[in-house]
């Protein structure tokens, strides 16, 4: 009878003909030395050079190692949901397919998350990028630890170590990814931290440019909107339509005792603003109502991304 493997490695790739080759001799080899049986899945997210070929070239004749290939670019959350939803191991870790992430780390996370953690993220301590790409990144990660509380150093390290039950409460669109961390910490899980390896960058360059500095900082709002309000949204929805419509209603009480004054108020523009605010309470508060039947409609997650192949034996997906 075939064993499930105990440990998957999910690499999520995307034009990196170049490395995957000599990431997947480096990943048999650090994997060689665990006492557990394991798996690598590449996501291949719709790559246009050879990557697919040169994968299938290197791993020839062992059906560790396997391979999904998407249609299309779909983004690096749905490489690692495709990952995660394909992958047999009870731990999964994931890491990056450009050689910047070592895999000879993949112990020391182990031994990690063996102390009682669900997640254990990498901490680039020393980083081989551009100070360009430097600082942009320690900016971003005081400001989500900030806000968020989770006080790791690194959230967008590629190199992380999960317990199934984590990878299976995530739901990853967008660039969702980089906030793993904080999403987990959110569900109640243990979230830890260590220092680890980084490489320059072996071959080509960062598929990442300035762009994604303003992607994050919407997806970081909607990160700050799951963690407190997803459960509950009428408490931010509410909020915010009683402070506005006691602001029109105020101005309103105002208006009306100038009215019995003897004070014309038909032509200021004070009550067109007092109007104006106590529709937008009414219509906030209604807002919430109608999130909070929302978030009581049991739904499945609905996975968007399209398969063109799948190489290797994925047993019983779960």
């Not at 062992?62 to 983004?75: A, E, L, P, Q, V």
């Not at 680039?124 to 630890?145: C, G």
């Not at 963690?227 to 009683?242: C, D, E, N, Q, S």
């Not at 029109?248 to 003897?262: E, M, N």
Request: charged share 25%; net charge positive.
């Amino acid at each position: 009878m075939r064993k499930d493997p105990e440990i998957s490695v999910v690499i999520p790739v995307y034009n990196e003909q170049e490395s995957i080759g000599e990431l997947a001799a480096l990943l048999k080899k650090s994997l060689a030395t665990l006492p557990f049986s394991w798996e690598v899945i590449v996501c291949d997210d719709g790559s246009q050079d050879a990557t697919f070929d040169r994968y299938l070239q290197e791993t020839h004749g062992d059906d560790r190692f396997k391979c999904i290939s998407f249609r299309k670019n779909f983004g690096k959350s749905m490489a690692l949901s495709a990952g995660f939803h394909y992958s047999q191991g009870e731990i999964i870790i994931t890491m990056d397919g450009d050689l910047q992430d070592r895999p000879d780390e993949i112990p020391k996370l182990l031994e990690k998350l063996n102390e009682g953690y669900d997640l254990v993220s990498g901490w680039k301590q020393k980083r081989h990028d551009p100070y360009s790409k430097r600082l942009p990144s320690k900016i971003f990660n005081l400001t989500v630890s900030l806000l968020t509380g989770v006080k790791i150093h690194d959230f967008n390290c590629g190199l992380k170590i999960y317990r199934r039950s984590v990878v299976e409460s995530l739901n990853l669109y967008g660039d969702l990814y980089r906030f793993i961390p904080a999403l987990a910490a959110w569900q109640g899980f243990r979230v830890g931290e260590i220092p680890v390896q980084h490489s320059p960058r072996k071959y080509g360059k960062s598929k990442y440019g300035a762009s994604r500095l303003v992607r994050a900082v919407f997806d970081l709002c909607t990160i700050l909107f799951l963690i407190k309000y997803a459960t509950r949204p009428l408490h931010f929805f509410g909020l915010v339509g009683f402070i506005t419509f006691l602001f029109g209603f105020v101005i309103g009480i105002y208006l009306t005792v100038q009215k019995f004054q003897g004070h014309p108020i038909g032509h200021r523009p004070l009550l067109v603003l007092a109007v104006l605010l106590m529709v937008l309470g009414v219509q906030f508060f209604s807002t919430g109502l109608i999130a909070e039947m929302l978030t009581n409609i049991t739904r499945e997650k609905n996975t968007r991304f399209q398969i063109r192949k799948k190489i290797g034996n994925f047993g019983n997906v779960r």
